[in-house]
Each structure stands twice: as structure tokens, then as C-alpha cells.
């Protein structure tokens, strides 16, 4: 039996392993999902555990996505974005990739939106902002990073190419002009708390927020109600466990049994 698993602290509530096991059962795969809740000191000891008890493969979730790229072989996009949410263990070695930027761009591409040419803001700074604009950019799109400190905005669209950097303050200004608003901040999670005014949002817009919890946020929310399209998180969720399930088995996810597991659970 193969063994695969997410290692993070807390990992208790992750919705990682119903999804796994749900595609292994489609496939008809001899494996095993599990959680590893690591302690925070001692990660690179579990790395190098996992690794000498023939664990096949990881999910990363926080707070160890920056140590595991210090673990592992990665991939050359992985390189720019500095973290590793999945692992691949090769013979050769481990090697790490980053499927919540490969994954999200798969989620806009489900939902038939077009990044190539197009204009984006990515709210935030954090990890999950680097692998949005990262990801973005790498699809073709032009983008432009709102924070609400405008430092690390500046900082994060230094390294992204062609990115330029803005305050929180500028983001009605920029949803006048963009196609994509991409929240990749914390704000909305179980809250009715939301990054973008509801009167910025126009028709012309795609939303997609990576909060999934709840589902229909506020940010989201004030978008369909102006005629915006819309990608929830757990879009994201989904497709970044569909590339590491792919990456690991070299076999085609199904996506539609990861979707109806995932959701269940929601």
C-alpha cells in the first residue's frame, strides 16, 4: 500500500484526506491518505522522517510550506515562488512542487477564463498572494498587487516581472480597469468581512477569492450581485490536490469524485 498525507500544524481539519481517498478509490488505487501534525521545531526532522519511512508523497500546508522548499529539489517555477505545498518522493530525491499556483490556474481555466492578455490584482502579500501572481503572470496576464502595507506590495511586484505594487486604498481604482480580482488574503474567513468595496464591482470582472470557508463570501457575494463572475476557493483547493494527485500516481485525477468529496464536507 502506498501512503501518502498532508503535514502541517493543525492539519485536524483539513480537507485533504476525503479528497485523496475518494480519487484512489476511483482509480482503484492501493493507498492511504493520512495527517501529520508536525511540531513546529522539529519539521525538518519529520521531512527527513517521512522520507526514510517511504512515505510516497506530501501535501504542505502552513506553517511549513518555506521550510519545504529548503527540503526539497524544486521545481524551476517553484524556485520564484520560494514555497513547496506538495512533494514528490523520487527515487532521486524529493522533489517539490507548487500546485496552489499550478492548481488555481487550472480552477480559471475550468471556468473558461482567459489569463493570457488579461489584467489582474491580487489582493495581498502573503504566500498565497506570491503564488497567484506568480501564477498569473506565468499564464500570460499583466498584474498589478494591492496591500493594505503598501511596502510589502511594492516588494513582492519588485520580484514578479512586468508587477507593479499598490496601497489598499488604490484597489477601487484598479477594479475600474482590471479583468481578474484575486483575494488572496485571510479577510472573509467566517466573517462578513471583505478587501474590496461593494460598489467597485461591475459586470466586467471575474472575482475569485481564495477563502472557502464560507463558500459564498462577502467578497464574492458583492460581486455576483453586480453581475461579475465568480470562482470560489474551494476551486483552488481542488485542483491544486488534482495536479499533486496527478504528479504523484502519473495518472489522470478524477476530478469529478475530488469535487463531490470535497464538497461534501464543506
Same mark, same amino acid.
Request: charged share 25%.
Given at each position: 500500500?502506498?501512503?501518502?498525507?498532508?503535514?502541517?500544524?493543525?492539519?485536524?481539519?483539513?480537507?485533504?484526506?476525503?479528497?485523496?481517498?475518494?480519487?484512489?478509490?476511483?482509480?482503484?488505487?492501493?493507498?492511504?491518505?493520512?495527517?501529520?501534525?508536525?511540531? /513546529?521545531?522539529?519539521?525538518?526532522?519529520?521531512?527527513?522522517?517521512?522520507?526514510?519511512?517511504? /512515505?510516497?508523497?506530501?501535501?504542505? %500546508?502552513?506553517?511549513?510550506?518555506?521550510?519545504?522548499?529548503?527540503?526539497? &529539489?524544486?521545481?524551476?517555477?517553484?524556485?520564484?515562488?520560494?514555497?513547496?505545498? %506538495?512533494?514528490?518522493?523520487?527515487?532521486?530525491?524529493?522533489?517539490?512542487?507548487?500546485?496552489?499556483?499550478?492548481? %488555481?490556474?487550472?480552477?480559471?481555466?475550468?471556468?473558461?477564463?482567459?489569463?493570457?492578455?488579461?489584467?489582474?490584482?491580487?489582493?495581498?502579500?502573503?504566500?498565497?498572494?506570491?503564488?497567484?501572481?506568480?501564477?498569473?503572470?506565468?499564464?500570460?496576464?499583466?498584474?498589478?498587487?494591492?496591500?493594505?502595507?503598501?511596502?510589502?506590495?511594492?516588494?513582492?511586484?519588485?520580484? $514578479?516581472?512586468?508587477? %507593479?505594487?499598490?496601497?489598499?486604498?488604490?484597489?477601487?481604482?484598479?477594479?475600474?480597469? /482590471?479583468? $481578474?480580482?484575486?483575494?488572496?488574503?485571510? $479577510?472573509?474567513? &467566517?466573517?462578513?468581512?471583505?478587501?474590496?468595496p461593494a460598489d467597485a464591482w461591475h459586470s466586467d470582472l471575474v472575482a475569485f477569492d481564495a477563502v472557502y470557508t464560507p463558500l459564498e463570501t462577502t467578497f464574492l457575494g458583492d460581486a455576483?450581485?453586480?453581475?461579475?463572475?465568480?470562482?470560489?476557493?474551494?476551486?483552488?483547493?481542488?485542483?491544486?490536490?488534482?495536479?499533486?494527485?496527478?504528479?504523484?500516481?502519473?495518472?489522470?485525477?478524477? /476530478?469529478?469524485?475530488?469535487?463531490?468529496?470535497?464538497?461534501?464536507?464543506?
Amino acid at each position: 500500500m502506498d501512503v501518502y498525507g498532508i503535514i502541517g500544524n493543525p492539519v485536524e481539519h483539513s480537507l485533504s484526506p476525503p479528497m485523496h481517498e475518494a480519487a484512489f478509490r476511483e482509480r482503484g488505487i492501493d493507498a492511504k491518505y493520512v495527517t501529520f501534525e508536525a511540531d /513546529v521545531d522539529r519539521i525538518e526532522e519529520a521531512f527527513h522522517g517521512a522520507e526514510a519511512l517511504g /512515505v510516497d508523497g506530501l501535501t504542505v %500546508t502552513l506553517p511549513f510550506k518555506h521550510d519545504a522548499f529548503e527540503f526539497v &529539489e524544486p521545481e524551476e517555477s517553484v524556485r520564484r515562488v520560494g514555497a513547496v505545498n %506538495t512533494i514528490d518522493f523520487t527515487e532521486s530525491g524529493p522533489v517539490g512542487y507548487n500546485t496552489d499556483m499550478t492548481g %488555481t490556474l487550472r480552477a480559471f481555466e475550468h471556468h473558461d477564463v482567459a489569463l493570457d492578455g488579461a489584467d489582474a490584482v491580487v489582493v495581498g502579500a502573503g504566500g498565497a498572494a506570491r503564488a497567484l501572481a506568480f501564477g498569473f503572470e506565468e499564464a500570460g496576464a499583466d498584474v498589478a498587487i494591492a496591500n493594505r502595507t503598501e511596502s510589502k506590495a511594492h516588494d513582492l511586484a519588485d520580484e $514578479v516581472p512586468g508587477a %507593479t505594487g499598490h496601497g489598499l486604498d488604490e484597489l477601487p481604482e484598479l477594479m475600474a480597469e /482590471v479583468d $481578474v480580482v484575486a483575494n488572496a488574503t485571510s $479577510v472573509g474567513l &467566517e466573517s462578513d468581512d471583505s478587501v474590496a468595496p461593494a460598489d467597485a464591482w461591475h459586470s466586467d470582472l471575474v472575482a475569485f477569492d481564495a477563502v472557502y470557508t464560507p463558500l459564498e463570501t462577502t467578497f464574492l457575494g458583492d460581486a455576483k450581485a453586480a453581475g461579475a463572475q465568480t470562482i470560489d476557493g474551494a476551486w483552488m483547493l481542488l485542483f491544486q490536490g488534482v495536479d499533486a494527485f496527478e504528479i504523484w500516481t502519473g495518472e489522470e485525477a478524477p /476530478v469529478d469524485a475530488m469535487n463531490e468529496a470535497l464538497r461534501s464536507h464543506l
